[in-house]
């Protein structure tokens, strides 16, 4: 039963640009180029990048490189998503400034796509709830119809909390 946090990823400063160029306050890894071509920078933000133009491709939807800053809260490796959260940051950046006609569920799917094209063996609770989560809602998900019922998390006299173990979780590697 997952629920949007008020941790994340921001892209901040963003806009079209002739050739990706971002940059990652809290990881310090930069990417800058095209993956076709020459680029400079890190690998694995080239491999999230390469998977989104290759998946939206699929999708015959048009990519126009971006350039801007990525901010995060996040923990990488908590197990809260952050490579769903990375993947769909972009993904949303790429919608506003590529005109995609794409609905939110289209967008969650696609998010899916990008995962599983970088071999990351994920399913699709991350992704709906990225795309299709309320505030202070949780999401009762049925994997197999992509159907779900929100249940609230306003319960008085409960507060909820995000303990961090210390546990790292690394989906590529499961």
Known sequence: MPAPLTYGIRFIDVKPAVNWDLTSLSTGEKFQGNIKDKWTGSHSLMAFIRSIEETAA????PVLPLQGVIQSDLPSGSGLSSSTALTSVILAA????????????EMMILAQEVELNMGIQCGIMDQYCMWQGI???AILLDCST????EISLQIP????????????????GS
């Open 135 to 137: 505030r202070e809602k």
């Open 94 to 105: 790429l919608y506003h400034h590529n005109d995609w006609a794409c609905s939110r569920r």
């Open 146 to 149: 992509l159907t779900h019922r």
């Open 157 to 172: 006299g409960y507060e909820w909390y995000i303990l961090f173990s210390g546990v790292k979780h690394h989906l590529l």
């Open 58 to 61: 699929t999708h015959r939807l």
